[in-house]
């Protein structure tokens, strides 16, 4: 039997419905699909954030607390600077990381501040010039020189996470700690000198953070470039970049995933490798918490710490394609393609095997 034009014309138009149907089911679940996987793609880059934000704070951490050694009235603090670099050496990830040891020493709040660069090698500490670099410090540890008659034009910057990161340089900041009580013969010198105040300064090397241990630790958490994902570092201003990978051609202050960066924390992990003591020692745990302001955050039950306010930088991760949007776009646009295609050739296939 010949179907009448009329069946014809039915079949077309039921076979047309019933694409129209199929492709409409097709578009929602592929757009199902493409909110899943947005889901997976930002879980992705956030837990890798969190991994490089950790493993970055780790090192810092470690080159902190491993100078964090008891005052002796046996050593001088060039000897026990001298020591602590050389355990810090030999268990370091990155031993470059630290690139010099300063001290700086204020007899009063009027005088000029002194500056000490150690000599690792003779344990001795030499006296350095204030260079542009090391300004940072001075105001960092407000130790510039002021008018007691004159009220000062800003806040010293007293203790806290942020006031032991001096980004600019960058470098690790803190006070030097009390030594134990003198002897009686010696009371009468060191009541002389009760009002000099020194801190210790741990310089870091940038390129030794911008060109070994970032990439590396970078690698480790999103492979070896290039690669699906962009990495910038933001400064403290949150416009100019410390670091950007080498297929970053978006502007840095966008980006899918923003996390802070360099801060110092308190890992658990440090307890097995060499650090049991500051955590062991209530009064060292005390004034290490005073320090990085830890302790009074716990009396305001805020946790610790509050990284968004006591980072000095920004890790930000972004799409090869410039935004988590576009890679999903893109994503559907190709399972549609696909999809319309599989569509076509069920529909053409039996006509063309006639």
Known sequence: MIPTPRILIAAAAATAALLITLAVLQYNWIGQVS????EGMLKSLQL???????????????????????????????????????AWET?????????????????????????????????????????QRLEPLKRASGMQASDPSRRPPGRA??????SNIVAEMPALLFPVPPTPPPERSDREAARR????????????????????????????????E???VEVAILDTDGRSAVFRSSSAIYPVAQGDVHRPLFTLRFFPE????????????????????????????????????????????TLVLTRAEGSLEAAVARVRRRN????????????????WLR
């Open 157 to 162: 910057r007293g203790p806290g996470a942020r």
């Open 91 to 131: 268990t370091a990830l990155e031993p470059d990381l630290v690139d010099g040891i300063y001290y700086l020493e204020q007899a009063d709040r009027r005088s000029e501040p002194e500056i000490f660069r150690l000599e690792p090698q003779t344990a001795v500490l030499v006296p350095h010039p204030w260079d």
């Open 35 to 38: 909110r899943a996987e947005r």
């Open 336 to 351: 549609l393609a696909v999809s319309l295609a599989v569509l076509v050739l069920e529909q053409a296939l039996p006509m």
């Open 270 to 313: 440090l307890r097995a490798q060499g650090f049991q003591r500051l955590f062991d020692d209530p009064e060292e745990r005390r004034r290490l918490e005073t320090m990085l302001g830890a302790e009074e955050r716990r009396r305001r039950r805020a946790p610790f710490p509050r990284l968004e306010q006591d980072a000095a930088w």
């Open 193 to 224: 000198g009760s009002g000099t105040r020194a801190w210790i300064a741990i310089s870091l090397d940038r390129g030794v953070i911008t060109d070994r241990l970032l990439p590396e630790l970078i690698e480790a958490r999103l492979g070896p």
């Open 226 to 228: 290039p690669r699906e």
């Open 48 to 86: 890798a954030a969190d991994g490089i934000v950790e493993d970055f704070d780790f090192e810092i951490a470690r080159a902190f607390f491993s100078f964090q050694t008891p005052p002796s009235r046996d050593l001088q603090p060039a000897e026990v600077l001298s020591e602590s670099w050389r």
